[in-house]
């Protein structure tokens, strides 16, 4: 009879690890936010300053991509005039599923200070927007923190929901 | 009776207009007193028609015909020696005088002068390019076409430079309203889902002071966020900030300041 009892699901018990397959794939997918480099106005100062070393976004498993097809998180950073709308758009909808948006600095939420003709009054008119970073423009740290906060909201999804368009914004 | 006066929109009026306010005119002085823009003149007198001229600011201003625009410009980079075009636009008169007025600023370097040369252009008329004097007036005049709707003779690319090329209206016209009409405040919904999405995204919100607490759709409350939506008319619950999950990220442990260690001895 043995004298001891292994408890196989404990930590160091055996190398084993009981999770579900949503865990480790939004486990994956939130440690791997690549996003697409989207300075538009002084936003993106900051935006490469939370990718820069000080900030380093590289820990959060956060890396610039230059190419909309290898992204997966879009910050748009900074002031988005009607002609550039529609480049935008079409940069979205190259990223591929799942894909994410977070619209930073004043600017990019309601057009801020620029009250004005050339410009759109927030990007949630053009595309859908999951998270909204308030300030002008916020520090690298409000970025940070919002990463966060889409990491949990990733973790929160079901990882295997169906692919089915997101609503037009 | 007093005559009724709508008072909703009062604030958005200016409460107090001085009728005694007398815009202030910089003082003029007659071109003789400066030599060298005395002998400019002179020579631009001798082939073409001066309608005004005067020195302002210690510049001389001359007013010529718009017909002859390329002849004084150029009559002026090549014998009287103003080799810079360094700034070239339109005012619109349209609302006084229903005329553009077009200003050449010239400076010479060799001189250490600068002249400005104004004409009149009428709304629909067009103006000669300079832009095979001056390269600077390319540019210049593309964004004259593009801001005021003056149309350019003989210019090499005669096309919008800031605006979308589909753009309609001229934006920095008297009459164009600052936030867009029509066509600009729906131009990216036109655009980019068609006319018919205009119902579904809405028009766009102008007021940036506007704020509903109870706007779950738009709005969302430092400390009391809910997901997008959500109905908090009978209040909302507190969300502490935190950043990670309480119980614990798979694969992520929490960084324990308990039981990190502390290296003092830096030469180890």
Excluded at chain 1, 32 to 55: D, K
Excluded at chain 1, 100 to 110: H, L, Q, R
Excluded at chain 2, 252 to 259: H, P, S, Y
Aim: proline share 5%; aromatic share 10%.
């Amino acid at each position: 009879m043995a004298q001891h009892q292994v408890n196989y699901l404990k930590d160091g018990g055996l190398p084993v690890a009981l999770t579900t397959i949503d865990k480790v794939v939004n486990w994956g997918r939130s440690n791997s936010i690549w996003a697409l480099t989207y300075g538009l106005a002084c936003c993106g100062i900051e935006m490469m300053a939370s990718g820069a070393s000080r900030y380093d976004f590289d820990r959060f498993g956060t890396i610039f991509r230059a190419s909309p097809r290898q992204a997966e998180l879009m910050v748009v950073a900074g002031t988005l005039t009607k002609k550039h709308a529609e480049f935008i758009r079409r940069l979205y909808d190259q990223m591929t599923e799942p894909k994410w948006v977070i619209s930073m600095g004043s600017c990019a939420n309601t057009g801020g200070m620029f009250n004005t003709y050339a410009t759109v009054q927030g990007v949630d008119r053009v595309i859908p927007v999951d998270l909204y970073l308030p300030g002008c423009a916020p520090r690298p740290e409000t970025l940070q923190y919002g990463v966060m906060l889409l990491q949990q909201k990733i973790r929160r999804e079901s990882a295997s929901r169906a692919q089915k368009p997101k609503r037009l914004m | 009776m007093r005559a009724y006066t709508p008072k909703d929109d009062v604030q958005k009026k200016p409460y107090y207009t001085d009728r005694y306010w007398v815009a202030p005119q910089v003082a003029k002085s007659d071109v003789s007193e400066d030599a060298v823009f005395a002998a400019d003149l002179e020579a631009i007198k001798a082939k073409f028609e001066v309608l005004d001229a005067y020195i302002q600011v210690k510049q001389m201003v001359v007013v010529i015909n718009a017909r002859d625009n390329f002849g004084v410009i150029e009559l002026m980079k090549n014998e009287l020696e103003y080799n810079q075009l360094s700034e070239l636009s339109a005012i619109d008169w349209l609302a006084s005088e229903g005329k553009f007025e077009i200003f050449y600023q010239m400076l010479s370097m060799s001189k250490r002068k600068r002249i400005r040369v104004k004409c009149k252009i009428d709304e629909k008329e067009s103006i000669q390019s300079l832009s095979s004097l001056f390269r600077s007036a390319d540019w210049s005049e593309r964004e004259m076409y593009d801001m005021f709707g003056v149309v350019i003779n003989n210019h090499p690319f005669m096309k919008r430079i800031l605006m979308p090329d589909d753009w309609e209206g001229f934006p920095l016209r008297k009459t164009y309203p600052l936030q867009g009409d029509e066509f600009a405040q729906w131009y990216e919904v036109d655009k980019i889902f068609g006319k018919e999405a205009r119902e579904i995204i809405g028009p766009e919100n102008r007021d940036p002071a506007r704020v509903d607490r109870y706007d779950t759709e738009r709005f969302a409350r430092l400390g009391h966020e809910v997901p997008r939506g959500t109905d908090i008319s009978q209040g909302e619950p507190d969300t502490p900030l935190v950043y990670q999950e309480e119980d614990g990220v798979f694969l992520i442990q929490k960084f324990d300041a308990e039981k990190s260690v502390v290296i003092s001895d830096r030469d180890r």
